[in-house]
């Protein structure tokens, strides 16, 4: 194994730590990490079940059990797509739209609290490092 193959899988680990450390902020604000990213996507404008469910890598079905889920809580409402009467779009609702800032903030606070965790100097380059991961799953995203 090479030391680039030991770092690459030591990467992925750090990955799904941050991921956890997300997660548990995101549940404590009521919002389980499926509807955080669901009511996410919604909120960017992706709001039909089968584009919600490429994005989240699940099957449709798997999207509308989350989706019901929201709606039933009052954070989306779903509508009737008007160039296609077969299709259910989403739309965030007020309550939604706060459901996400809190928890946003929260998850944002966790990194915070994680990036303390580095030298002063090094804290911009950590969040520098989420951004080009940003920017590499949005063109992965655009080519699907």
Do not use: C
């Amino acid at each position: 194994m090479t030391t680039n193959e030991i770092q690459t899988r030591g990467d992925a680990v750090t990955v799904i730590g941050l991921s956890r450390v997300i997660e548990i902020a995101v549940n404590e604000t009521g919002l389980t990490a499926s509807q955080f990213r669901a009511l996410s996507l919604v909120s960017a404008g992706i709001t039909s079940s089968g584009v919600i469910a490429r994005f989240l890598a699940v099957r449709p079905p798997t999207v509308t059990t989350v989706m019901n889920g929201l709606v039933e809580e009052g954070l989306v409402d779903r509508i009737r797509a008007t160039d296609d009467r077969r299709r259910v779009d989403y739309e965030l609702t007020e309550q939604g739209a706060g459901a996400l800032a809190v928890a946003n903030d929260a998850a944002d606070a966790a990194l915070g609290r994680l990036a303390g965790h580095l030298p002063d100097a090094r804290q911009p380059a950590a969040f520098d490092g989420i951004a080009l991961w940003r920017s590499a799953l949005d063109t992965a995203r655009q080519k699907r």
